[in-house]
């Protein structure tokens, strides 16, 4: 089973950007899509994005659209999420995951296999 880890995360002002990584273990890297998921303080993870094994094609939430970008480098087995402009309200704890198999537009939870710890994002106002 695949190993993640998230860094990059920060404290920022808002309309600042950052830019998260995740490093994941194993072989198989590039089979799978990877998402990115988030969880604000007393509210339950959501979805941000999610990119398919190939990286041709990526999803993202329409509360991050045109603010975050999702992307890979299957040669070093790295997913990252470039966040712009970002908002108070983008706060939370950032998480990386693999997904059960390569999907075009993978939102739900239940479509992924491995999770990372976490990193933290806090944007000040």
């Known amino acids: 089973q695949a190993q993640l880890v998230e860094s990059g995360g920060g404290v920022v002002q808002a309309g600042g950007s950052l830019r998260l990584s995740c490093a994941a273990s194993?072989?198989?890297?590039?089979?799978?899509?990877m998402g990115w998921f988030r969880q604000a303080p007393e509210k339950e993870r959501e979805f941000v994005a999610s990119?398919?094994?190939?990286?041709?094609?990526?999803y993202v939430a329409d509360s991050v659209k045109g603010r975050f970008t999702i992307s890979r480098d299957n040669a070093k087995n790295r997913a990252y999420l470039q966040m712009n402009n970002l908002k108070p309200e983008d706060t939370a704890v950032y998480y990386c995951?693999?997904?059960?198999?390569?999907?075009?537009?993978?939102?739900?939870?239940?479509?992924?296999?491995?999770w990372g710890q976490g990193t933290q994002v806090t944007v000040s106002s």
């Open positions: 194993g072989r198989t890297f590039n089979s799978y899509s």
């Open positions: 995951a693999v997904a059960f198999g390569d999907y075009t537009r993978a939102s739900d939870e239940r479509q992924f296999k491995s």
């Open positions: 990119i398919s094994r190939g990286g041709g094609v990526s």
